[in-house]
């Protein structure tokens, strides 16, 4: 990285680094999508619906991942704007070896909870038996994926987002076609979609091992000493973003548990459908999280405060006009969108009715997670966790469990905007106190 020209450059700078996260963060997005346009063309609403009650599996990985990854790339980010170049990659070796202990460790412990989450949730039949099957098979692909993203992290951290933006499109394209050969073709169900997901995450973990053996010019695979403190920094540091994750696993349980008791499989088949937008939408602004920390980071590290700051309000434009943008798209294809998963009158009217109502919670939750990525990238965990901590599991699992009490599914959809808006006003106290600190 070049101080003189990200401060030169910034907005060129931020778009270089983040769009190619953001197109494999939308890739591995599509790829759920993909996921869902084939089990509800091919198996069906219970199929959707199963792997959906599912998701907050997928989140407690990702938090996990999320907050040992974010948090030791900040801290190799510091370490590498200072000039350390050993420590640096002694951080990268010890946050790629924490990443493959700790998912090990989730997979053996989420494998044993499949029947109790089944049972509290009120799941039988069919949704049953497609939950033990998919997941049965994507527990070491989320393992994989788990170690993919946490590699990803640092590949982007080397100036080189631009391989692992082509790693993302050939996972995803393999994942396509191996969901449209194992569904449509050989009908092999819903265990053919899990196998296409993990056999697409094999290949990229392939492209990633190659990178950092031939490629990699700062982070390189080796032997190293194991540091309490830098795990200890590392967890703290990236305390956020489990935070953030963890909690909207815990919500996407939470959403799960009402909409089963007061609508059905049907409401979690219509609450699926509108979360893929809401979904890709997330991972934009991920991507531009991912793309703007090392940024953030390098240059706090070394001391450009100023600039730091701008990056992060440039980052929170880019997000708000995309959110903004989908709102209008979605707003007029919604009956398209609607019957592309699933040919149910009733479903269909629960989208396009649900889908305006959520998505104006847009507006606010770009600014919302890009500012949580601020905070972590400068080291301010607390401020962050707040945030995090706020969005998804405080003000959010309040208006899930009271909204629906007073207005039924549309409870349902309001939770998100009502979550997002009070969120909002919590990120702009912290940033005027940040501003305030810097004077």
Not at 106 to 130: D, H, I, K
Not at 151 to 163: N, Q, T, V, Y
Not at 215 to 234: C, D, M, N, Q
Request: some cysteine; aromatic content about 14%; proline content about 2%.
């Amino acid at each position: 990285m070049n101080l003189e020209k990200i401060r030169q450059n910034t907005t060129l700078t931020i778009l270089r680094f983040s769009i190619p996260s953001i197109i494999a963060m939308v890739l591995t997005s599509l790829i759920t999508i993909a996921d869902g346009f084939f089990i509800g063309n091919y198996i069906g609403s219970d199929g959707i619906a199963a792997v959906n009650l599912g998701l907050p599996i997928i989140y407690l990985f990702l938090s996990i991942g999320l907050m040992v990854s974010v948090g030791g790339a900040a801290i190799a980010g510091m370490t590498f704007g200072s000039g350390d170049l050993s420590a640096c990659t002694c951080v990268f070796r010890q946050t790629i070896a924490t990443t493959i202990a700790f998912s090990i460790m989730t997979c053996l412990f989420v494998s044993v909870f499949f029947n109790p989450m089944l049972n509290l949730l009120g799941a039988e039949g069919q949704v049953r038996e497609y939950f033990k099957i998919y997941y049965g098979i994507l527990l070491p692909e989320l393992v994989i994926m788990v170690v993919n993203s946490s590699f990803g992290m640092f590949i982007r951290g080397e100036g080189s987002p631009a391989f692992f933006m082509e790693i993302n499109i050939i996972s995803v394209t393999l994942n396509i076609l191996l969901d449209y050969i194992f569904a449509a073709l050989l009908h092999f169900g819903i265990a053919g979609i899990a196998a296409a997901s993990l056999l697409s995450a094999l290949t990229s973990l392939l492209l990633i091992l190659y990178f950092f053996l031939k490629k990699a010019r700062i982070y390189h695979l080796g032997t190293f000493s194991f540091s309490p403190k830098v795990l200890k920094e590392t967890l703290a540091n990236g305390s956020s973003e489990f935070i953030g994750e963890m909690s909207t696993g815990i919500a996407m349980f939470a959403y799960n548990f009402v909409i089963m008791q007061r609508i059905g499989v049907d409401g979690v088949t219509a609450f699926t459908i509108v979360g893929y937008v809401s979904y890709v939408f997330s991972m934009i602004v991920v991507g531009f999280g991912q793309g703007a920390s090392p940024l953030i980071s390098f240059t706090f590290g070394a001391n450009e405060t100023a600039l730091a700051r701008r990056i992060r309000q440039k980052t929170n434009g880019f997000v708000f006009i995309i959110g903004m943008v989908t709102f209008l798209l979605l707003n007029l294809f919604s009956d398209w969108y609607s019957h592309l998963f699933i040919k149910s009158d009733i479903i269909e009217q629960m989208v396009r009715s649900g889908m305006i109502i959520f998505m104006i919670s847009f507006f606010f939750s770009g600014i919302n997670a890009i500012t949580s990525f601020y905070f972590t990238s400068i080291g301010k965990a607390l401020a962050s966790a707040v945030i995090s901590s706020s969005r998804g599991f405080i003000v959010l699992l309040a208006c899930i469990f009271i909204l629906p009490a007073f207005f039924g599914m549309t409870g349902i959809w309001l939770a998100a905007p009502v979550t997002e808006a009070i969120t909002f006003a919590i990120s702009i106290f912290f940033l005027l106190s940040d501003h305030r600190d810097k004077k």
